[in-house]
């Protein structure tokens, strides 16, 4: 079994920063790719940025420059650093993973950034 613990979601101001965390837990041998996907009020989910256990990373254009993503493959956590938020990145943010050869999602959590 499999869990993903996400924290760090809240309202913001526009031009403010906030940080998630995702840390993974359970019967895991190797995580290829961490990352975060997002699901803006009445939208489709979409992927804002992930990593893979070598280092490759990709954004959605929408947040580069102002997002970053890390990871610590020791604690099994994956981290999104975001800055300048803006109302449109208002959404709630979800942690996946792929492990072992299985998709993993978090619970969610919600950023609400205010204008």
């Known amino acids: 079994q499999v869990q993903l613990v996400e924290s760090g979601g809240g309202l913001v101001q526009a031009g403010g920063s906030l940080r998630l965390s995702c840390a993974a837990s359970?019967?895991?041998?190797?995580?290829?790719?961490m990352g975060w996907y997002r699901q803006p009020p009445g939208k489709q989910r979409e992927l804002v940025a992930r990593?893979?256990?070598?280092?490759?990373?990709n954004y959605a254009d929408s947040v580069k420059g102002r997002f970053t993503i890390s990871r610590d493959n020791v604690k099994n956590t994956v981290y999104l650093q975001m800055n300048s938020l803006k109302p449109e990145d208002t959404a709630v943010y979800y942690c996946?993973?792929?492990?072992?050869?299985?998709?993993?999602w978090g619970q969610g959590t919600q950023v609400t950034v205010s204008s």
């Open positions: 359970g019967s895991i041998f190797s995580i290829n790719i």
């Open positions: 996946n993973i792929d492990a072992d050869g299985f998709r993993y």
């Open positions: 990593m893979t256990s070598d280092g490759r990373i």
